[in-house]
T-cell receptor, first 114, second 116 residues
Framework: AQSVTQLGSHVSVSEGALVLLRCNYS??????LFWYVQYPNQGLQLLLK??????LVKGINGFEAEFKKSETSFHLTKPSAHMSDAAEYFCAVSAQGGSEKLVFGKGTKLTVNP | GAVVSQHPSWVICKSGTSVKIECRSLDFQATTMFWYRQFPKQSLMLMATSNEGSKATYEQGVEKDKFLINHASLTLSTLTVTSAHPEDSSFYIC????????????FGSGTRLTVV
């Protein structure tokens, strides 16, 4: 079975500051890992994904994440926050070669202060 | 590519009525569709998984008779909330599995259901 823990339900940063959203996973088999962003009353947009290729994954809008197996982590970062980055972010995991279910973390709301 | 169109985006209905939500894959064949429910300020909860041409698999605690899922074609899956009550008010999102080299999931834009 897979699970995801997102540390920090709310993160607040200043515009231009580093964004770091934490995600730890648990999986009995090699995982696929995803980060999604959700704006109010909208669906989910994929930021980036790890599918067992490069461990450092670059996504859209300047975001990137690094898969660290030893730490069971997949933290999301962005060097410089923009006001438009304010949204809800979800980390999710599915199992390679197993169930297709996508299991979500509880989400982290990112606030960007001017 | 890999776009899922979800309709309606919002709906208000009276208690006791039924509401149908549609998800269409526009440029690919969605053999598997997932239906999620999201309460305010919470994460997505998987309700059921539907495969084209077969019965949906429901998650534990989800009422099969209340949330009817049909996946009759490779491009259309529907969720019908039957005999809706105010506690069914929520945000419902569908998702399709993308197969092949571009592995992943694509999501519909969601449906805000309000039962009055």
């Amino acid at each position: 079975a897979q699970s995801v823990t997102q540390l920090g339900s709310h993160v607040s940063v200043s515009e231009g500051a580093l964004v770091l959203l934490r995600c730890n996973y648990s999986s009995s088999v090699p995982p696929y890992l995803f980060w999604y962003v959700q704006y109010p009353n909208q669906g989910l947009q994929l930021l980036l994904k790890y599918t067992s290729a490069a461990t450092l994954v670059k996504g859209i809008n300047g975001f990137e994440a690094e898969f660290k197996k030893s730490e069971t982590s997949f933290h999301l970062t962005k060097p410089s926050a923009h006001m438009s980055d304010a949204a809800e972010y979800f980390c999710a995991v599915s199992a390679q070669g197993g169930s297709e279910k996508l299991v979500f973390g509880k989400g982290t709301k990112l606030t960007v202060n001017p | 590519g890999a776009v899922v169109s979800q309709h309606p985006s919002w709906v208000i209905c009276k208690s006791g009525t039924s509401v149908k939500i549609e998800c269409r894959s526009l440029d690919f064949q969605a053999t598997t569709m997932f239906w999620y429910r999201q309460f305010p300020k919470q994460s997505l909860m998987l309700m059921a998984t539907s495969n084209e041409g077969s019965k949906a698999t429901y998650e534990q605690g989800v009422e099969k008779d209340k949330f009817l899922i049909n996946h009759a074609s490779l491009t259309l899956s529907t969720l019908t909330v039957t005999s809706a009550h105010p506690e069914d008010s929520s945000f419902y999102i569908c998702s399709a599995r993308i197969r092949g080299g571009n592995y992943g999931y694509t999501f519909g834009s969601g449906t805000r259901l309000t039962v009055v």
